[in-house]
């Protein structure tokens, strides 16, 4: 049930694009994002629900297929303080008590 | 805007000690969680209550108990502490809705010796 992310790291110079995978064996409500810096803890990105909603900072970019199971989410390697681990949780059943937590995909900037 | 507020911040145990984790919020949320990060991992629900008087096990429950007494205050009980709790616990708030993000606090990082 654990959603899989990929890659499980990506390194960015200045100007390169990452893109961040989720995806889930089940159906989806929802796509929760967070990102965590070493040592602190999860701060929220973005929520993608099914039926097209989103909720979340102007300047995060995601994109969730519902056929697929999957989400996705863009970076641009344009500021250092984009660096640190980011997670997707999955949503299953539309109540966000259970979400499931995938193992993270670590993204550092090439100065 | 203290949000939620987790004390202590470190703790060392031995084998066998108990302690209890302090966590409250200030948000009013009806949502709120106990999870736990191992090294290189993501999050594991341990326990979870919708409301003051409601609690239910999430995904790795053994060993640990929780009360709900308030909307503000969600404890986590750690009894006859063992290594294999060695972890970073996070507790967590939300309004409750499908669209409602969580809101962490800062972290208890516990060592069990």
């Known amino acids: 049930q654990q959603p899989v992310q990929s890659p499980q790291a990506v390194i960015l110079r200045e100007g390169e694009d990452a893109v961040i995978n989720c995806s889930s064996s089940?159906?989806?409500?929802?796509v929760h994002w967070y990102r965590q810096k070493h040592g602190e803890a999860p701060v929220f990105l973005m929520i993608?629900?099914?039926g097209g909603e989103q909720k979340g900072h102007e300047k995060i970019s995601a994109s969730f297929n519902e056929k697929k199971q999957q989400s996705s989410l863009y970076r641009k390697a344009s500021q250092l303080s984009y660096s640190g681990t980011y997670f997707c949780?999955?949503?299953?059943?539309?109540?966000?008590?259970?979400?499931?937590w995938g193992l993270g995909t670590s993204l550092a900037l090439n100065p | 805007n203290a949000g939620v507020t987790q004390t202590p911040k470190f703790r060392i145990l031995k084998i066998g000690q108990s302690m209890t984790l302090q966590c409250t919020q200030d948000?009013?949320?009806?949502?709120m969680y106990w999870y736990r990060q191992d090294p290189g991992m993501g999050l594991k629900l341990i326990y979870y209550?919708?409301?003051?008087?409601?609690?239910d096990k999430g995904e790795v429950p053994n060993g640990y108990n929780v009360s709900r007494s308030t909307t503000e205050d969600f404890p986590l009980r750690l009894e006859l502490a063992a290594p294999s709790q060695t972890s970073v616990y996070f507790c967590?708030?939300?309004?409750?809705?499908?669209?409602?993000?969580?809101?962490f606090g800062n972290g208890t990082r516990l060592t069990v010796t």
């Open positions: 949780g999955t949503d299953n059943a539309g109540n966000n008590r259970k979400l499931i």
């Open positions: 089940k159906a989806l409500y929802s």
């Open positions: 993608l629900l099914k």
């Open positions: 948000m009013n949320h009806n949502y």
């Open positions: 209550s919708v409301g003051a008087g409601i609690t």
């Open positions: 967590a708030s939300s309004a409750g809705l499908s669209n409602s993000p969580l809101h």
